[in-house]
């Protein structure tokens, strides 16, 4: 077991490299320039010079790559061209609010979308099922910032309950309504998805000898069936984890939160380069971790997968 | 069901005409496509609908909110919300109509290369979806929007084409692969049919319902997904009228006092959206029966 974690951060060196290099490509030949973006249309062509010059802008690509290298190998990303700052500080102080909305969102998914999906299955055609179901459909069709500014809307109805704007550390007042409009579309894509699985999970043949033996039908579903079910479920659970912690931009702007997607969209359109090469490596390590401990629940879901 | 499916087919109609018949009683479909309808009659006959041009400013009616004259209110620069709504549906239908288009030319071609070549054809085109895919969808059409100094519809709709065109091409060179081994066309091989023939008259034929499926649901995808690019500033750009863009705008005044501001353009995103998602889940269950 420990091989097996070692080995696959093993080989996220590899993949953090080959990221960290397309993204420079990919910035190199895309039109644009940090220096004139940063700078009033008709500035005086000596700042703009300068900063170009303070940045490496005018560097060849392999040049400037290999120097990324050398920084990032002693845990340097740079600095913001916009700010000055530390790129591996900007990305920490904007990590938080963004895990704190990623986390909350996907439990209130889960508190909302297993059960729905769970009494769907076990109530098929009911109207539990048609109401859920209904519901669902309507959670994967609402424009997520929509969603947002409606809970603005009704939160200001019943006497303004909750912050519609702001951040603060593990305060639920500022983050029920982000997380609640955020995790709506998760929520109805997990009460589908476990729909569907627990349907195929109760017709097998175990199902049917466990209610043979006479075993408590909540029993039945929940420690014997549901069990099973989870496995694609938490795969989903997964992607759509690793998709909440690289930022919710359009959340993350209604109830104007400092995280990472605001970020990575801000620095994006400044051409920040130092900042999106920083967060897009910063993605693509959330995404290997969050894999590898999907990866280690299979095997606790399902003593039959072992990674030894 | 299948005693059904054999008494339709004894009537020696055609797989289309079948589906039709099984369309026609799928009732969310129907509320699906009614609802489309919907929409595209607004956008194309938005002038007539309208009951005011969407760019005049109402100076004197400053904050109203919905009444017998502005029937869902006035924006934030007091314009129509009603007429900037139905004006709006154009823009939208417009970007996901050809974003949908980029998205099914390059996943069909990709995928129908891929699964008939095989071998490193296959394995290049692959990785490279799979690297599209590997990064959410918004993040992805902000930074190729971004990239453009220029904002215009055509960069809009590539960058959400190029969202959505992996998705398909996995489809298409599964569904090309299984078509592969099919007796027919093996015939068509042993024939002697060149490889464009069989591509073309035996293999894409035959992946059109499931591509008609997933373009549907691309279609909802990319209606949200252009929302979101111009209620961040870089969609659809001002004075043309979008409904992304028209929630931008209401975030300038407090929402719960001016609520029909923000209500009214996301709603309609809502329900397009949602027609698209009933309509494509239908013809799933209508183009392939197997299920």
């Known amino acids: ?308 | 069901m299948t005693e059904n499916l054999a008494a339709e087919n004894s009537k020696g109609r055609s797989p289309w005409a079948l589906a039709w018949a099984r369309f026609r009683k799928h009732r969310t479909g129907r509320a699906g496509a009614c609802l489309v309808a919907m929409v595209i009659l607004a956008a194309l006959l938005a002038p007539l609908i309208a009951r005011h041009p969407y760019d005049e400013q109402f100076r004197a009616h400053f904050n109203e909110g919905p009444s017998a004259r502005h029937w869902l209110g006035v924006d934030p620069i007091s314009r129509d919300v009603f007429s900037r709504i139905v004006y709006g549906a154009r823009a939208s239908l417009q970007v996901a109509l050809a974003a949908t288009a980029v998205s099914v030319a390059l996943g069909v071609a990709a995928g129908a290369l891929a699964g008939y070549m095989g071998g490193w054809t296959d394995e290049v085109l692959m990785r490279i979806a799979d690297a599209f895919s590997a990064f959410p969808g918004i993040l992805l059409a902000i930074a190729i929007t971004a990239a453009f100094d220029q904002r215009s519809l055509a960069v809009v709709f590539v960058a959400l084409g190029l969202v959505g065109w992996a998705s398909l091409a996995r489809i298409v060179r599964s569904r090309t692969l299984s078509l592969r081994e099919e007796d027919f066309v093996q015939a068509a091989v042993a024939l002697g049919f060149g490889r464009a023939r069989i591509v073309f008259r035996h293999i894409l034929p035959n992946c059109l319902g499931p591509v008609i499926v997933t373009a549907t649901l691309l279609m909802a995808g990319n209606i949200l997904g252009e929302a979101g690019l111009s209620f961040l500033g870089i969609g659809v750009q001002p004075p043309q009228p979008s409904w992304g863009g028209m929630l931008a705008d209401a975030r300038s005044r407090d929402l719960a006092a001016f609520w029909w501001m923000a209500t009214f353009p996301g709603g309609a995103i809502a329900v397009t959206v949602l027609g698209f998602n009933l309509l494509g889940d239908a013809l799933r269950d209508v183009l392939d029966p197997r299920e």
């Open chain 1, 1 to 308: 077991m420990t091989s097996f974690i070692l080995r696959r951060l093993f080989n996220l060196v590899p993949v953090l490299i080959g990221i960290s290099l397309a993204t420079f490509v990919m910035l190199y030949v895309l039109p644009g320039d940090p220096a004139e973006m940063l700078t009033p249309r008709r500035a005086d062509p000596l700042t703009v010079k300068q900063i170009r010059q303070k940045h490496h802008l005018d560097d060849p690509l392999p040049v400037r790559y290999a120097a990324f290298l050398g920084r990032l190998a002693r845990g340097d990303l740079g600095v913001s061209i916009r700010s000055e700052r530390p790129v591996t500080k900007i990305l920490l102080n904007r990590f938080f609010p963004t895990a704190q909305l990623a986390i909350g969102s996907l439990l209130f998914a889960l508190a909302l979308g297993l059960p729905a999906g769970v009494l769907s299955a076990v109530r098929p055609r009911s109207w539990i099922d048609g109401a859920s179901m209904l519901v669902a459909l309507a959670g994967v069709s609402l424009p997520v910032f929509w969603l947002g500014m409606m809970l603005i809307v009704l939160n200001g109805q019943l006497g303004a309950v909750f912050a519609v704007s702001g951040y603060a550390p593990f305060s639920p007042y500022h983050f029920v309504l982000p997380c609640v409009a955020l995790g709506t579309v998760t929520a109805a894509l997990l009460a589908r998805l476990t729909r569907a699985s627990m349907l195929e999970e109760l017709h097998r043949d175990y199902v049917r000898t466990a209610r043979a033996k006479g075993v408590a039908e909540w029993c039945v579903v929940l420690r014997h069936a549901l069990r099973n079910a989870l496995v694609p479920i938490v795969t989903v659970i997964g992607v759509s984890l690793a998709s909440l912690l690289s930022g919710a931009v359009l959340t993350e702007t209604v109830f104007n939160i400092p995280g990472l997607g605001r970020e990575m969209f801000d620095a994006i359109v400044a051409r920040d380069y130092p900042v999106v090469v920083g967060a897009v490596m910063w993605l693509a390590l959330t995404f290997v971790i969050v894999n590898l401990i999907v990866d280690l629940f299979y095997a606790w879901l399902d003593p039959r997968i072992r990674y030894d």
